[in-house]
């Protein structure tokens, strides 16, 4: 017997089952009035040891209560999901599906004639809808992100997640694989000090452009001698004042066998600077 090649997507699919928070009427306005009559001080004081707060049960504290009231006034439930379902499927039309469904079990004709005419017309609401709002991802063509979703949406393209190497050997290849120049280079490393000049964050005329071409001229004035290499160390401060306990840091590096002269500059740069 010959199978043909083709198999229809919803045979090649099992259906998903998805859980979904929906909003009933009002329910934003009883969590606005729930965070109004919540006395926030509290958690702050509940963390707050010897006078220093510990920032990770505060936030803990305070997350955990915001999803508390979320899930009170929210509702939740199990849906599914096929693979052939049409992107202009809304829940009307779910609806209307199971009332020309039970008309045609009852054998109702009146009523299932009056479903299959209410069924088309909402089906055609349905689909001029969703052609609007793909053309509306393409109105401005300056915003590549909403095109992007535009482009999404008519191709059901999904991004894979990428997966993490779980093989514990990768760590200590990388090591090798870098320091597989200091074998044969008995000569000690150049340091420099850095300078006021060398800072070129919040400082004004500065930018990240002349910081990357600062270090390519160094990095290749250096590799311009005869067996010679370098090795950066990229740290990226940014949006990490706010999020970060200096102190803890510190003590996590020193673990780590990091110097004291680095760990110290390290706390003095995060110490009292300011967000912008």
Not at 110 to 122: D, G, I, P
Not at 196 to 216: C, G, K, M, V
């Amino acid at each position: 017997m010959l199978i043909p090649a083709y198999r229809p997507i919803v045979r090649r699919s099992k259906p998903l089952l998805k859980q979904v928070r929906t909003w009933p009427a009002g329910a934003i306005s009883a969590l606005q009035d729930c965070f109004e009559q919540t006395t926030w001080i509290t958690f702050k004081e509940a963390a707050t040891d010897g006078g220093t707060v510990n920032l990770e049960e505060y936030t803990a504290s305070v997350t955990g209560y915001i999803s508390k009231c979320i899930d009170d006034v929210t509702v939740s439930k199990t849906i599914t999901t096929r693979p052939n379902q049409k992107p202009w499927m809304t829940a009307e039309v779910r609806m209307l599906l199971k009332t020309r469904d039970s008309a045609f079990r009852a054998g109702d004709r009146a009523a299932l004639r009056k479903a299959r005419v209410k069924l088309s017309r909402v089906i055609r609401e349905a689909k001029r809808a969703h052609v609007q709002r793909i053309h509306g991802h393409f109105k401005d063509t300056g915003d590549t992100r909403h095109m992007w979703e535009g482009i999404q949406a008519i191709t059901h393209y999904r991004k894979t997640p990428p997966s993490c190497d779980s093989d514990a050997t990768l760590p200590d290849a990388l090591n090798d694989f870098y320091a597989r120049f200091e074998v044969q280079n008995n000569v000690a490393a150049e340091k420099s000090i850095p300078t006021q000049n060398d800072q070129f964050a919040y400082r004004s005329n500065r930018s990240a452009d002349e910081a990357i071409s600062t270090t390519l001229h160094l990095a290749l004035t250096h590799l311009d001698k005869k067996g010679t290499y370098v090795r950066m160390l990229f740290i990226d401060f940014s949006s990490t004042f706010n999020t970060i306990v200096p102190q803890h840091l510190i003590g996590k590096l020193s673990l780590l066998g990091f110097n004291t002269s680095p760990c110290n500059w390290i706390l003095d740069f995060l110490t009292g600077r300011p967000q912008y």
